[in-house]
């Protein structure tokens, strides 16, 4: 039930966009640049952003060499360089569009451990920076720096080259989600959290002289039984759909799998000799310095299956895997206490092996933006400026 007052300034919009992660408020981020009256909405479920936008271990990258070497194999070098480019671009314009202090950008360069089952896709190093070289003005990307695994302290016995690039850096999560808020925000969008999406409908105008709408139904938080006709119901011109692996839910025949990513973060230690992102065993795991500590990622190649969840929780099986990795390759000689950990949500695809995202038409009225594949800070701020493409283009 809305009051007069509600239904004049709650009710309708032009736009609405379903989730407030990098890709929902790099849509609106877009709209708004681009018509700064229009009136926009956002809606997100939770507190905070469910999947991974606030969960992610503040990588400002774009795929270790190995990462590269291996897609290689399942998609084309235009395929493959296409994708590349598209994270460059999406960082570049993250931070363009709030600045490097905002986001905590440093650009301490990025590293992968080549351990042994690695090792071959070194062969590929030359190839790949030839591939590469186009979209970094003919310079190379990766490169072989094998005096830093005993500089960095690693375990020798199980890193055996060390390849570094010095394009990729590290990010501030909170700071950059935080930023990205106020940027929309003082620009006069909406946010409204608490607000789970039901489903949402098409409506065709009867009066020929005004537009199509969409009607997007929220759970009501006063209403327990579904059944009950109780959903609050908002209007839109257009909307978006932008909640990557949530998005089955509304939307089941999608090739969407979702893929949970857990995190650990270490107390300060004493000694840490690194600075840097990280990469090992074809970007599965992945760590970085955060100060004196080390946030470390992954394992999700340890059970698959137990991964492919949207549940929001750790498990002693990865969790004691990522451990191991710190005890036995990355910090050998030093103690460790473990101050938090946690859990995000990742999208992939179902059917094939690609990792070029989901960006389509489900109607005249609704964009699909999804299955980001890990790489959502990369990939958000670019794919969100297409989405708000084509739900202009559409107008």
């Not at 394992?299 to 969840?309: A, I, V």
């Amino acid at each position: 039930m809305f009051s007069f007052w509600e239904k004049k300034s709650f009710k309708k919009y032009d736009y609405i966009i379903v989730g407030a992660g990098i890709t929902g408020l790099s849509t609106a981020a877009s709209l708004v640049e681009k018509y700064p009256r229009a009136k926009i909405a956002v809606l997100e479920r939770g507190f905070l952003p469910t999947g991974a936008s606030t969960k992610n271990a503040g990588f400002a990258c774009f795929g270790s060499l190995s990462e590269i070497a291996s897609d290689l194999e399942t998609m084309s070098e235009t395929e493959l360089t296409q994708l590349v480019e598209s994270r460059l671009n999406g960082l570049e314009k993250l931070r363009n569009r709030l600045g490097d202090k905002k986001i905590g950008y440093k650009n301490y360069g990025g590293y992968e451990l080549i351990l042994d089952k690695q090792v071959p896709y070194l062969e590929k190093l030359e190839e790949i920076n030839n591939l590469l070289q186009p979209i970094f003005e003919g310079q190379n990307v990766f490169k072989t720096k094998d005096g830093l695994i005993e500089g960095f302290g690693f375990n020798a016995r199980y890193v055996r080259r060390i390849v570094y690039n010095r394009f990729e850096g590290q990010i501030h999560t909170g700071k950059m989600m935080k930023s990205l808020l106020k940027y929309v925000q003082k620009r006069g969008v909406t946010i409204f959290t608490g607000c789970e999406v039901i489903d949402f409908e098409d409506v065709e105008n009867e009066n020929t002289d005004k537009k199509n709408s969409v009607v997007v139904r929220i759970k009501n938080p006063l209403q327990n039984d579904l059944s009950e006709n109780l959903a609050i119901e908002l209007t839109a011109s257009k909307v978006a759909i932008c909640t990557n692996a949530f998005s089955k839910k509304l939307l089941p025949s999608l090739d969407l799998q979702a893929g949970r990513g857990q995190v650990l973060a270490t107390k300060p230690l004493k000694y840490l000799r690194f600075k840097g992102t990280f990469h090992l065993d074809e970007g599965f795991y992945y760590f970085r310095n955060f100060g004196k500590r080390i946030i470390l990622g992954g394992g999700r190649n340890m059970d698959f299956e137990g991964e492919t969840t949207t549940k929001l929780e750790t498990t002693e099986l990865i969790l004691e895997d990522l451990k191991s990795k710190l005890s036995e390759i990355i910090i050998p000689k030093q103690k460790f206490e473990i101050d938090t950990t946690w859990a995000g949500i990742m999208a992939f695809t179902e059917s094939s092996k690609t990792k070029i995202p989901l960006l389509e038409n489900h109607s005249k009225n609704v964009v699909l933006g999804v299955r980001l594949g890990g790489m959502g800070v990369a990939l958000g701020s670019k794919l969100g400026e297409e989405i708000a493409q084509k739900m202009i283009n559409e107008q």
